[in-house]
Structure formats: C-alpha cells, structure tokens
DNA sequence: CGGTCGACCGGAAGCGCTTCCGTAAACCAT
DNA sequence: ATGGTTTACGGAAGCGCTTCCGGTCGACCG
C-alpha cells in the first residue's frame, strides 16, 4: 500500500516480475513484443507497488519533451484566459504538458526570451495576443522548436486568429447603417508591448472613407487595454464640442468603462450615444452591449492542435487560419437622436 | 552562431575547453573547486557554441525537479487568472517553472487525480479555489510531495484565503446599516465541485440573527457562478410578492448579471433594490457596484511563497493565512424607499 | 628539506529509462 | 525433416548531466 518510499525503479520490477529491464519497459508502454502473460505480470507487480515512471529519465532516454511553453501577456483579461482553456484543454487530451509563461510587463517578457533558449525544455512555444519582436524572434530560433501564434496576427508563424479589419468593419458599418455619421473610435493599445498598426483601426477609417465621412481626428482617441482606462478615453470624447452619437471602442472591456462615463455624464445608452464593442466578453451580454463576438476558446483549441500536427512532423494545411466574428446586436446601439444637440432631458 | 544544430553537451564543451567533464559541469555550475581561468574558459566556449544545458539530464541526475503544478478549474474567469497571475510571477523569479492543469470539469478533475501520480514531475502542487475531496487527497498523498491550497478553505493544507464568513459580514451589515430588513440573497455555487457550505452564506443567517430579522426561506436562491446565472436567480426573487429591497450576491459576476435582471425589469439600482459583491472584480467598479474587494492577487503569491519554504525544508510560520477584505461602497447600495410598493415610476 | 594540506581537476559511476542487437525457442512452408 | 521467419526476451549501451573519489602539484609548516 503504501511501499511506495524508496521509489520503485523499473528494476526493481523487472526483478519482482523475474523478467529483464527491458521486457520490463515493454510491457509498461504497451510495446508490442512481450507476450500478453509476461505482461500482466509485470503491470501486476508495476500495480501492486505503485510504481512510477521517471519522465525525467524517460524524456532523457528518447530525446523528446512532451511539453510546449504558453506565453501569455496577461491572464486575469477574459480573453487570455479563455485562450489558455482552449489550448490547455487539447494539449491534456494529447498528454501533453503545459508550461505556463506570464509574461506581464516588458520586462518579464525580456528575462523570458532571454531565458528560454538557455533551457530547452519544450518542444513547441504558442504566443498568445502579442507580436514578437525581432530580437525574441532571434531568441525563438535558437531555440529551434516549433512556434505558433495565437489571438494575433504575425506573419512570421504560423496563426490563428480573427480579422481585425473584417471585426471592426462589422462594428462600423452596423452604426452607419444605424445612420450614424459622427463616431467616435477609441482605440486600444497595449503600453507594454510593441503595437502595430491593427485592423480595427483601420477598418474605421476605411469605413469611413467608403461613407464619404471626412475623418475627424479628434474623434479618435486611444487608451490602454482596460476598463478603467475607456472610461477615460470616453470622457475625451465627450469633452468635445461636437461628442460623437456613436462610438467604437476596440473591445468591450473598453467599451464597459466608456459606458459608465456616459452614464456618469447623464447621457442614456443608446438614445444619447450608442456604443459597440469587440469580443462577446461575458460582460457583454451582462450589460446588454452591442458587440462584435469572437470564439476565443476555439482559437486555442485550434492553435494546439497546429502545434500538435506540427509536433508530429507534418506541414500545416493552412499556415494561418482565421475564425469567424459575428455582430452581436443588444441595447447600446440605436439610431442617432434627430436633434444632435445631446445633452436634454 | 547557428552551430546550434546538432546540439552540442557538456562532454563536447569540456573537451572544446579541453578539460573533464567534471570541471566543465564545475564551471557551468559555479561550483568551486575550479579556477577562474579555467571556468571563463569552459564559459566562454559555451557562449560561442551557445551551449544550453538539457534540463532533463539535470533532473536525473540531481534528482529534484524544480516545477510545480498549479490546478484550478477555470481560467477565464478573473479570479482564477489573477490568483495564477500571482503564483507564476513568485515562481517565475525564484527560477520554478510552472505546470498547468485546466480541470474545468469533474471529469477532467478526476482525470488530473488519476493521472498525476502517475507521473512524477512535480515537487509540489498549487490547488487554486476549490476543496479536494478525501479520494483525492489519497492520490495527492501518493506524490508525496507538498501541497498548498489557495483561495479556498482546506482545513488540510496549509492555504491562504479570505474570511468568506467576514466578507458576507462586512457585506450584510452594510446592507442592515443602511436599514434594509428585507435582504434577498443569491448563493453561488459550483455545479462541477463538491459544494461545502459556505461561509459566505452563513454570514447571511448570521448577520439577520443578530439584527432579529426573521430568516425568510425564499429569500435566498442559488444558483452556479457566473452572470447569467445570476440574472436568473434574480429574477427569481423579482418574482416573488414582496422582492427584497437589497440582495447581497456571492460574486460580483453574479451581482452583475443580477443588475441586469433588475434593469430589465424596470427597477432602478439603487433607488428600488440595492446590491452588493463579492470580489471587487475590475468590472464592478465600471457598473459601479458595491462590493467586498478581496486581493486576488496577492493570495496567489503568498500561496506561492508557501510553496517555496516548503521546498526549501523549513517549516511554515502560519499554516494558514487570511488576507482582510474591505468594503468598497460604491453606486448600487442605498438606504430603501421608505414605500415598499416597488413597482412606481 | 621532507611532509602535509589545499586547491584544482579528471575518471568514472551512477540517475532511470529506452532501444539496439543478439539469442533462443517456437512457428511456418516446402 | 529442414531452412527460414517470427516472436519473446535479456544484456548492455547509451541519453547528458552531477558528484564521489582519487590524483597532482605547488605552497606552506616545522
């Protein structure tokens, strides 16, 4: 019961079981070559002590890891968390394991491209949401192991994730179809990391351009990921002589914390002021916000399982694939007032 | 630069340098017994051929692992993703890596338990927010290893949490002060985990004792964590004859997802039904609602830190530790209307 | 100046497993 | 019956590292 102290090694069983350590490993991994007899009776002894495999020696032995690293920039955010269900949830099934690397600020995200390489202990890395950068891609090949992206767009790896223009052209044009002319676009940025130009900023503007609306700059205000900081961005747009009727916040997160600066302001949502968002954050449906929904989860499932395939020595069907949005109308988007003069009862 | 390919060892390196195997493992190590001349010659021709250890080898030979397993049942949800967010960050630094499991469901908690001893490659493991049952703890016994829970009373491991039965206090009495007498309440339970009985939800009985209010049964719906589970469990107090005037939920998740049961049925917060968390979940304070802040955060982190003078031999100072909640009064709790005839402009 | 003592270093024995290779027995077809 | 396959199995060689156990050798002691 309980004889398991001075951990059992293979030979030790191959003993117990009168049979060579190499019989012994045989059986254990279901190797064919060892008869059905031989076998019970080493998966008896193996059972009857409780025995246990080394994966250190296992992994020492046969070379491979068995183990891919999940770099992720935040975890408490909805969306990396989800990310990181989908693509745990796979890597379990495949038996897999899962190293986690948070990388929160620049500098955990330096120290951790500078250290990876320095220990080879996984097979396969999957970044989620965040491009990299030359110098870590550098960092990435020394590694020599197999790279895929998740939740952003990167050329260089292999991918999966939404697109960014087609998920804010579907935000803008509900509200020009709405009839709205004057919108309001916050952005949103990661201060932490590297931004690239994103699709959802220039799906705005080409919106726009195709709607013949002369782009007003002002209209366009940025703000970290983050709710506290859409609040603030929306109280720069609604400082504004001319406050938009409408706006589009980057994700939802942002939209929420916009919300409530409208609210505060004395504004109603949306007879005053409409406002959608991006993601289908289960805050969303809670606040009843109009929203561009993306399947975070599955874009996890499907980057594992990228590696997954990768792992296995096969080339990708597709080097990047793009899940689908999908507008999700709820009660912060309505038409414009008639009169643009806002604030009234 | 790129001699990576054909990944060079130690033995390689020590005859590069053109000494043993043992001094080159010395000097990599910093170990002493090697000169300084020596070591930065082994050092230097291990940065030329970007040498990097193969931590398997290590494992095996030295016998320790220096990995930890965190387990939790979600991720994407803030609590869980700010807790991992804490432990990861201590490990990180004190150079552990971090091996996640994702046990979303019962059956892949049952999977985790019945797995994990079967393969030892960890030397002690994180339970985030949820109790382990007496079968697996036998399983976790087998490992031998240490075990610390977090976020979530084990009276069996050493753990780090809040005083749920405080928190529902500090809750209650802030509904009672402001001279609610009818109080609803929306328990949350977790379908996929053994449920124990709260404290949070004895703080409720508790809490109306001492204020000699007669405990009204219908007053207290339950229903799983989560938004829209709470908007369900809301309306169902909204449906009785006399609603409450204030409900205090279990999370803020709930709370929200309450608030928009009651928005939708035309009631005004705080005007005709007050509410209040648990959490101070960053999306409270964008809805402006009351609530217990508990510092998510800092529970992974010291949960952590227990981990790591386990580790290191010594024992802990305190088995237990419990960090203080606070009340973070914001919009959505207010004294009642003194006419309690809800339903009026 | 012989001897002792550290400091420095190399050889080699593991760590616990997988797997190659060789052997022996059992099986098949001719 | 006989040569040739298969099938089972054991021995042993690694996998890449740490560490014990000695050896050298110059320094320092009496």
């Given at each position: ?26 059986a ?22 409780s ?14 890891l ?128 590297p ?10 503007r ?14 366009v ?36 914390g ?24 289960p ?33 990708l ?29």
């Amino acid at each position: 019961m309980d004889a398991t102290r001075p951990q059992m090694t293979l030979a030790d069983i191959a003993r117990l079981a009168g049979v060579g350590s190499a019989t012994a490993s045989r059986a254990l991994n279901n190797d064919k070559g060892v008869s059905a007899q031989t076998r019970q009776r080493v998966l008896n002894v193996a059972a009857q002590y409780s025995y246990v495999v080394s994966p250190e020696a296992v992994r020492l032995a046969k070379g491979k890891l068995g183990r891919v690293a999940v770099v992720a920039p935040h975890l408490s955010r909805w969306f990396f968390g989800e990310m990181v269900e989908g693509i745990e949830t796979v890597f379990r099934e495949a038996g897999i394991d899962v190293l986690l690397y948070f990388v929160g600020s620049l500098d955990d995200r330096r120290a951790f491209f500078e250290q990876l390489p320095a220990r080879r202990k996984v097979d396969a890395v999957i970044v989620v949401g965040f491009p990299v950068e030359a110098a870590e891609r550098e960092r990435l090949e020394l590694l020599n192991v197999n790279i895929v992206a998740a939740g952003g767009q990167h050329e260089v790896y292999p991918n999966v994730c939404i697109d960014d223009y087609r998920a804010g052209r579907q935000a803008m044009d509900h509200l020009l179809f709405l009839g709205h002319r004057r919108i309001g676009m916050i952005e949103a940025v990661d201060l932490d990391q590297p931004t690239e130009p994103s699709g959802r900023s220039s799906a705005y503007r080409e919106a726009l351009r195709e709607a013949k609306i002369p782009l007003d700059p002002e209209l366009v205000v940025s703000a970290p990921w983050g709710g506290e900081e859409g609040a603030l961005a929306m109280d720069a747009l609604l400082s504004l002589k001319t406050p938009p009727t409408a706006v589009y916040a980057h994700s939802d997160e942002v939209a929420v914390g916009a919300m409530r600066s409208i609210r505060r302001a004395g504004l109603r949502i949306p007879e005053d002021i409409s406002i959608v968002g991006i993601d289908d954050h289960p805050v969303a449906s809670l606040v009843d916000l109009t929203t561009i929904r993306q399947p975070v989860r599955s874009q996890g499932e499907l980057a594992a399982q990228m590696v997954l395939t990768l792992l296995e020595g096969k080339t990708l069907p597709d080097r990047e694939i793009t899940v689908a949005t999908q507008l999700m109308v709820r009660s912060t988007t309505a038409p414009p007032r008639r009169n643009p003069a806002l604030i009234s009862s």
